[in-house]
């Protein structure tokens, strides 16, 4: 009787930090104790989470979509491994596997998560409104897009609106698109007690995360005394926004941590996350959040209505008056806030662990391996 070899996985990545890295590690942590499978992980070290899958990792780096030699050496390395499936994971790391469509004279399986659309993507034409179209540059973005969703075996979207958008913005073809729910070890349930003071935001400071508003809406005087906010983040808006706190007399309610990489303990620290972008998917800190047991405030833009459900508090993008209302609702009652605190940390542990992850991700794999 013949063993059957195991089945090899390579997840690619381009980037060290991010929710697509953050994704890459846990799912490869756990399709890799699945018997029968072995995995690597390709890219740059992990910004959180490497010691997880060191013994996982191999170092390739591509530092550009333009990085020629560099997406070549990369495909040379994953090659080298002789992988059944090659999954890559952010958007670079789907330009460098569309090339490996053969290997050995017969198809390689490679799959695509497409985690994104670019910044200046707005939620009117995401949702298929002909304005405000995006830029030249990011319409060229898209175009790309689409093409590496033809020519990989699947593309995998962790929201069904971010699929809706593909086959009616980009006319990819349906059945070329597999809806994943994003998976994550979940951290344990936190109580909580009290009245909703402590604020958290966790992002990249962007333009685009709407932080400028959070500041806005926390000088509305309907606010209790003693709301306070902290900002775990850095990006290009961090001087900007740090005097913005300053000029409306902020200092001492908000604190701008920087960028850390222990979220799930400031989660289970605060009192609600809010996230007010004007363009989200399924963005990890808002499963974390929902699990450790934290309403979540959030724009209905993107894949969060999806995410959240019943459980959070969805607000209009790009609307500071209903960012303060719902801050001055949420910080005025306990009642309906322990409601959604119970229905997010449930919602979290149906939807969004990473062991179900895994197995719909194998699931997929295997359909698309030969016999």
């Known amino acids: 009787m013949t063993t059957r070899p195991n ?7 381009t980037q060290s930090q991010g929710g697509p890295v953050d994704v890459t590690v846990e799912l490869a942590r756990a399709v890799a104790q699945r018997p029968g ?8 070290r992990p910004a959180r989470g490497a010691e997880r899958i060191a013994h996982l990792h191999e170092e390739v780096l591509v530092g550009g979509k333009f990085a020629a030699a560099a997406i070549v050496r990369a495909r040379r390395r994953i090659r080298a491994w002789t992988p059944d499936v090659v999954h890559a994971q952010d958007r670079r790391s789907g330009l460098v596997g569309v090339g490996m469509a053969r290997r050995g004279g017969r198809p390689a399986v490679v799959v695509h998560t497409y985690h994104g659309v670019p910044d200046d993507v707005g939620q009117d034409w995401f949702s298929g409104e002909d304005r405000p179209e ?3 540059y990011t319409r060229a973005v898209l175009t790309g897009d689409a093409l ?3 020519a990989t075996s699947r593309t995998v979207v962790p929201s069904p609106s971010m699929g809706r958008f593909l086959v009616d913005r980009l006319h990819v073809p349906r059945e070329r698109i597999t809806h994943i729910d994003n998976g994550l070890a979940l951290p344990p349930r936190t109580p909580r007690t009290g009245l909703v003071r402590n604020l958290l935001f966790v992002g990249l400071l962007v333009r ?3 932080v400028h508003l959070l500041l806005d809406a926390l000088t509305d005087p309907a606010l209790p005394p003693g709301v306070e906010l902290t900002i775990a983040g850095s990006g290009p808006e961090e001087a900007a ?3 913005q706190a300053a000029r409306a007399g902020l200092q001492g309610r908000v604190r701008f941590l920087g960028f850390r990489t222990d979220v799930p303990e400031l989660l289970a620290r605060c009192d609600a996350l809010v996230l007010p972008s004007s363009m989200e998917q399924q963005p990890l800190v808002v499963i974390e959040a929902m699990a450790t047991g934290r309403v979540v405030v959030a724009t209905d833009v993107g894949g969060l209505r999806d995410t959240v459900g019943e459980a959070g508090v969805l607000i ?3 609307d500071v008056s ?3 209302r719902a801050l001055v609702d949420l910080t005025s009652s306990t009642v309906d806030t322990a409601v959604r605190e119970d229905e997010a940390a449930a919602r979290a542990r149906r939807a969004f662990g990473v062991q179900g992850c895994a197995d719909q991700h194998l699931a997929l794999y295997t359909s698309l391996l030969p016999a």
């Open 7 to 13: 089945r090899r996985v390579a997840y690619l990545l």
């Open 134 to 136: 995006p830029s030249r």
């Open 208 to 210: 685009r995360k709407g």
């Open 316 to 318: 209009p993008p790009d």
């Open 148 to 150: 590496v969703a033809r």
């Open 37 to 44: 499978w072995e995995v690597k992980v390709f890219g740059p």
């Open 241 to 243: 926004l740090k005097a």
């Open 322 to 324: 209903a960012l303060r």
